[in-house]
């Protein structure tokens, strides 16, 4: 079983910054085993890709809405991805989600994870 703990959300005034965090842990996890991503699910709204990063870092995805905006990178190391958000808008409200799946490239699709994460709330203030 995989285990997934995000962090790093909170209340922001737009065109602030926040760097999400996404711990994985479990007995027989092994980071460089699976792509990462991050979703998010605003109010009233269908959950949503955010950005992926595949197994060994070299290649990231990113929705078209958050482009240039956002850097998502990870430390196998560590087992941990990051989720750096700068220029954030109020329609970047929402709750972000870390998801963890056995694959070899950085999916946008969520069929394509396994694990996911409890959430971590994100509020921009206009």
């Known amino acids: 079983q995989v285990q997934l703990v995000e962090s790093g959300g909170g209340v922001v005034q737009a065109g602030g910054s926040l760097r999400l965090s996404c711990a994985a842990s479990g007995r027989t996890f092994i980071s460089s085993d699976y792509a990462m991503g991050w979703f998010r699910r605003a109010p009233g709204k269908e959950r949503e890709f955010v950005a992926a990063?595949?197994?060994?870092?070299?290649?990231?995805n990113y929705a078209d809405s958050v482009k240039g905006r956002c850097t998502i990178s990870r430390d196998n190391a560590k087992n941990t991805v990051y989720l750096q958000m700068n220029n954030l808008k109020p329609e970047d409200t929402a709750v972000y989600y870390c998801?963890?799946?056995?694959?070899?490239?950085?999916?946008?699709?969520?069929?394509?994870?396994?694990?996911w994460g409890q959430g971590t709330q994100v509020t921009v203030s206009s």
């Open positions: 990063i595949t197994r060994d870092g070299d290649i990231t």
């Open positions: 998801a963890a799946g056995r694959n070899p490239l950085a999916p946008s699709g969520p069929g394509h994870y396994n694990y």
